[in-house]
């Protein structure tokens, strides 16, 4: 493992968990490599004082806040208080000299603050004139989400800050604009900002949802009730504002004759990487992790190897964060290295590494839980109760009592252990909404 850090830059840092030893014909390695980042939040990091910066520095920072207005946020009404309220709560943590805008979202995408195509920079006196723009907020017209990213990203890129992120709120599914519009929309945002975005109600698209914060490196999840919209926007403009580093990649060079198999991040959620990748060089490549603050990330990695004799030993792998330079090059934040090793050694080779153990029954945790609400809406029985009993047996092994709390609203658990469940006769939509909007989180070994 190596370090590396600058002044007011994060430190990370890359620890590889792997059973290196093969056996003879062995040719798949599987590793865990931890990424952490300390001492980045530091910088006005205090949530309970978000205003205040260091002596010195200057927020690297802009934020766009999308708010749905659509005719459908007005059924019940709650709903666009809610939304108002919400985004004043989250405009309150802001810190000062950080970019921001607020768009309203319909069928097409409005300026609501500042206006004239620019970011307001925050302060007491913008923070007050944007909370007062937000009353001018109704509810009326489609929903374009496209749109309102395009708007996003126009406004945020006229912003001199590394660090672009926004907050999309929708209570409804994208009926204004084809799924291609979208799906250009968020190709073309793409690496230029990250985005998280929540659901409000129950009656928009989990999959169109998740694919935007997906697509954008960013978070999602619902937000069942109107009331908790407001909590839930303070938690992400705070998590938006601890951000230090952006455009981090781990990058992944193999030696000559070693297939990458997969890459993707497996812990706090599992997010698929591996066709994202974009070439860095001889036998290198780019996997986009988006901005980081104080956190820690897992990725699994799996590589496929030439053969060898026993007894040789290779280096099958090296993983590195790296962030990109004004002049084109890279800067190498951190790296750990994956290593092969070929053995007659029976205990040795046949011994699974917990990380990757657990990480693999996480990943496909996710995946049967998909599958089984997808089995459930079109009405196979039979594939719906094996899926999310395999399911509930998978979170009881992992210790993944939150997910496991979100199948027993969908299924009442015979035995969790066999996996044993019956589908309930009658669902919450929004308990079935919630199930698979958090489908992906996952939980960390077990210490």
């Given amino acids: 493992m190596a370090n590396f850090s600058k002044s007011n830059v994060p430190q990370f840092s890359v620890d590889v968990y792997q059973n290196e030893y093969l056996p003879e014909g062995g040719r798949e390695v599987n590793a865990i490599a931890t990424v952490t980042s300390t001492g980045g939040g530091t910088v006005g990091s205090a949530v309970s004082a978000p205003h205040l910066y260091s002596a010195g520095q200057t927020p690297d920072a802009a934020v766009a806040i999308m708010v749905d207005c659509s005719g459908s946020m007005d059924y019940p009404p709650t709903k666009m208080r809610g939304a108002r309220d919400a985004t004043s709560a989250a405009i309150d943590a802001v810190r000062d000299g950080v970019h921001f805008a607020v768009i309203g979202g319909t069928h097409v995408a409005k300026e609501v603050y500042p206006g004239d195509g620019r970011l307001a920079v925050a302060s007491s006196a913008t923070r007050g004139q944007a909370k007062q723009a937000l009353r001018k907020l109704s509810a009326g017209g489609g929903t374009a989400i496209g749109t309102w990213l395009r708007l996003a990203d126009r406004l945020l890129a006229s912003a001199d800050v590394s660090i672009r992120h926004g907050?999309?709120?929708?209570?409804?599914?994208?009926?204004?604009?084809?799924?291609?519009?979208?799906?250009?929309?968020?190709?073309?945002?793409?690496?230029?900002?990250?985005?998280?975005?929540?659901?409000?109600?129950?009656?928009?698209?989990?999959?169109?949802?998740?694919?935007?914060?997906?697509?954008?490196?960013?978070?999602?999840?619902?937000?069942?009730?109107?009331?908790?919209?407001?909590?839930?926007?303070?938690?992400?403009?705070?998590?938006?504002?601890?951000?230090?580093?952006?455009?981090?990649?781990?990058?992944?060079?193999?030696?000559?004759?070693?297939?990458?198999?997969?890459?993707?991040?497996?812990?706090?959620?599992?997010?698929?990487?591996?066709?994202?990748?974009?070439?860095?060089?001889?036998?290198?490549?780019?996997?986009?992790?988006?901005?980081?603050?104080?956190?820690?990330?897992?990725?699994?990695?799996?590589?496929?190897?030439?053969?060898?004799?026993?007894?040789?030993?290779?280096?099958?792998a090296r993983v590195s964060l790296i962030v990109p330079q004004p002049d084109g090059s890279a800067q190498t934040l951190s790296q750990g290295l994956v290593r092969a090793v070929w053995t007659d050694d029976m205990a040795a080779s046949t011994s699974i590494n917990p990380q990757v153990a657990h990480y693999t029954g996480q990943a496909e945790l996710a995946q049967v839980i998909q599958q089984g609400l997808d089995a459930r809406k079109s009405g196979d029985v039979d594939g719906a109760t094996a899926k999310l009993g395999r399911a509930v047996q998978l979170a009881s092994a992992s210790g993944n009592e939150d997910t496991a709390k979100l199948l027993s609203k969908v299924v009442d658990v015979v035995d969790a252990v066999a996996g044993t469940v019956r589908l309930k006769a009658r669902v919450a939509e929004a308990d079935e909404m919630t199930l698979e909007t958090r489908s992906t989180k996952t939980v960390r070994v077990k210490k």
């Fill in 167 to 316: 907050i999309l709120l929708t209570d409804g599914r994208n009926e204004h604009e084809s799924p291609g519009d979208l799906k250009a929309a968020l190709d073309s945002c793409a690496g230029r900002f990250t985005c998280d975005a929540r659901g409000v109600g129950t009656d928009w698209e989990v999959k169109e949802v998740t694919g935007i914060a997906s697509a954008l490196l960013g978070t999602a999840d619902i937000v069942a009730d109107p009331s908790g919209l407001s909590a839930d926007f303070t938690q992400m403009m705070e998590a938006a504002m601890g951000k230090e580093v952006a455009d981090v990649s781990l990058r992944l060079w193999t030696p000559m004759g070693v297939e990458i198999k997969f890459v993707k991040q497996v812990a706090p959620t599992v997010e698929e990487l591996t066709d994202r990748r974009t070439e860095a060089g001889p036998r290198a490549g780019d996997y986009p992790t988006g901005s980081w603050g104080d956190e820690s990330r897992d990725y699994h990695i799996c590589v496929e190897v030439p053969n060898a004799e026993l007894g040789q030993e290779m280096l099958a």
